[in-house]
């Protein structure tokens, strides 16, 4: 039977905007010795934003970006929202591919009128033996683009840490629990964010699969483990964790697979829901 305790956690935690579906257990919640956040959507906005375009010689910037937004134009990952809104902005016309192949944690392949066009990161870039200048650590993302397997260009997307990170961590740290970021994104943009919200264990250029590996690694290391994720590709990572939490703002199938919902994007709701949990699991001892 579900401990009265239990009921008022609930009570407290739809106060503050977190949802404790049924299944989650306090006992796991309060054992939880590591929490382990995925970047984009958690920790940062994933208001993804283009800043900039940097052609290389011989091409223009228009003519980047409609090469990079056209290859993008059926993908629904944020990053090629963000792509394809710009160029529809500046007026530019987009057409769709006609072949396109989407890899997941990578980027876009894609058949145009102009060519082969790939759009993605650097390890996508390194597949394909493209050569690429350095990218400079930022809290968003670099999208290179290759055309016929030549380097065109290179596409600077930001996206913005959330304002409660920071407090997040640092609250998390007071309970005595120790953080982690899992991102596919590259080592540099994941740096960048670890340091400016004190996170201390930080794994990038991971493949969804990879989270689950890593997460359990984690596990295996320093006991218990709560995960948070918000997209379709952290589901398996939210069952794989002994508490899955998701933002609300995320996928279906994240909100689906987790244990804890946040119904608002704040950070704080992290460290609160563990906070409400110890309050409980005392209270009905
Ligand atoms: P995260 O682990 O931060 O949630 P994803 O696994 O969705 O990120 O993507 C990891 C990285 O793969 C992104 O940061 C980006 O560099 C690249 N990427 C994924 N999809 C695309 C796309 N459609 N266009 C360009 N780059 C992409
Ligand atoms: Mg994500």
């Known amino acids: 039977s579900v401990p009265l305790a239990f009921f008022s956690g609930i009570g407290a935690g739809s106060k503050k905007g977190i949802l404790f579906k049924g299944g989650v257990s306090l006992e796991a919640m309060n054992n939880i010795k590591t929490v382990v956040m995925d970047k984009t959507g958690t920790i940062t906005k994933g208001n993804f934003i283009l800043q900039q375009t940097v052609p290389e010689k011989g091409i223009t910037s228009e003519e980047l970006l409609t090469l990079c937004a056209s290859a993008e134009s059926t993908s629904t990952h944020p990053i090629a929202h963000s792509i394809v809104s710009a160029a529809k902005e500046k007026g530019l016309e987009i057409t769709e591919p006609k072949s396109v192949e989407e890899l997941a944690g990578h980027g876009v392949l894609a058949v145009l009128a102009q060519g082969k066009v790939i759009c993605g990161n650097k390890k996508l870039m390194d597949q394909f033996h493209i050569k690429t200048p350095f990218n400079a650590p ?6 290179f683009v290759a055309l016929d397997g030549i380097y065109i260009g290179r596409l600077m997307i930001s996206d913005t ?10 609250a998390l740290q007071n309970l005595g629990i120790k953080t982690a970021m899992l991102t596919g994104d590259e080592t540099d943009s994941a740096n960048a964010v670890a340091g400016e919200t004190g996170i201390e264990q930080v794994y990038a250029r991971l493949l969804p699969q990879d989270k689950v590996t890593k997460l359990a690694q984690i596990r295996d290391e320093n006991g218990a483990v ?23 703002s995320g996928a279906d199938a994240a909100i689906e697979a987790a244990d804890v919902v946040f119904m608002t994007s704040s950070m704080e709701a992290i460290p609160e829901s563990l906070h409400i949990a110890r309050v409980s699991n005392r209270i009905s001892k």
């Open 226 to 248: 709560m995960f948070i994720g918000d997209g379709i590709n952290d589901a398996p990572v939210l069952a794989g964790a002994d508490v899955g939490a998701a933002m609300g």
């Open 138 to 143: 930022s809290y968003g993302t670099e999208v």
């Open 161 to 170: 840490i959330k304002d409660d990170a920071r407090s997040a961590v640092s």
